[in-house]
């Protein structure tokens, strides 16, 4: 059974770096594609990006330019940073994997909550 | 790229049947086969139930159905039972430029 685990810290001041860690266990990080999901209190469900072992990445447009992806193979984790946080990417971040074929996510992690705030 | 619009709220009897909607564009939901649907209760993971419009991941109960008309995808769950009661998302594949777009979110409540 794949189980995917988010870390990090729960809160991030303005204008800062967060970053987040995602654990993966039952699947090696090497045979898939490794999502992030974040949800904005009140707001709907936002994709992120994606990336895969080798390091081919694709973002969201909207954060693009902010948002950096990476994996570790010897640890099976992956790995999220935003730069220049502000209040709106205070939210609820998920990781999880995306399949190989199509376009849905088959495991997700519980969440982690990141504040951003002074 | 704008959300998929879904219904706030839900609701039916034990038994009962109900049909969350997931309303999107031609750029979306009826340009492509690739509509899923998850599952998630609070403070747990999301959990996938539909995948590619209408199949059930292994393990979900055929109670959990999914179909797609237009621009307009639908979850049914059939015999509703206490653990059914959830939120619910739907999402699709948008294209190779934008890629995913979530819904806004349905809460099912079991009477």
């Known amino acids: 059974q794949v189980q995917v685990q988010e870390s990090g810290p729960g809160l991030v001041k303005p204008s800062e770096i967060l970053s987040l860690s995602c654990t993966v266990s039952?699947?090696?990080?090497?045979?898939?594609?490794w999502a992030w999901i974040r949800q904005s209190p009140g707001k709907e469900l936002e994709w992120i990006g994606y990336?895969?072992?080798?390091?081919?990445?694709t973002y969201n447009p909207s954060l693009k330019s902010r948002v950096t992806m990476s994996v570790d193979t010897s640890k099976n984790q992956f790995s999220l940073k935003v730069k220049s946080v502000t209040a709106a990417d205070t939210a609820v971040y998920y990781c999880?994997?995306?399949?190989?074929?199509?376009?849905?996510?088959?495991?997700w992690g519980q969440g982690t909550l990141v504040s951003v705030s002074s | 790229q704008s959300a998929l619009t879904q219904p706030r709220s839900v609701s039916g009897s034990p038994g009962h049947s109900v049909t969350v909607s997931c309303t999107g564009t031609?750029?979306?939901?009826?340009?492509?086969?690739?509509v899923s649907w998850y599952q998630h209760h609070p403070g747990k993971a999301p959990k996938l139930i539909i995948y590619?419009?209408?199949k059930r991941p292994s393990g979900v109960p055929d109670r959990f159905s999914g179909s797609k008309s237009g621009n307009t995808a639908s979850l049914t769950i059939s015999g509703l039972q206490a653990d059914d009661e959830a939120d619910y998302y739907c999402?699709?594949?948008?294209?190779?430029?934008?890629?995913?777009?979530f819904g806004t979110g349905t809460k099912v409540t079991v009477l």
């Open positions: 039952g699947d090696s990080i090497s045979r898939s594609y």
């Open positions: 590619d419009v209408t």
């Open positions: 999402c699709s594949y948008a294209g190779s430029y934008t890629f995913g777009v």
């Open positions: 031609n750029s979306d939901v009826g340009a492509y086969s690739y």
């Open positions: 990336i895969y072992y080798g390091g081919r990445t």
């Open positions: 999880a994997r995306l399949a190989t074929y199509g376009w849905h996510f088959d495991y």
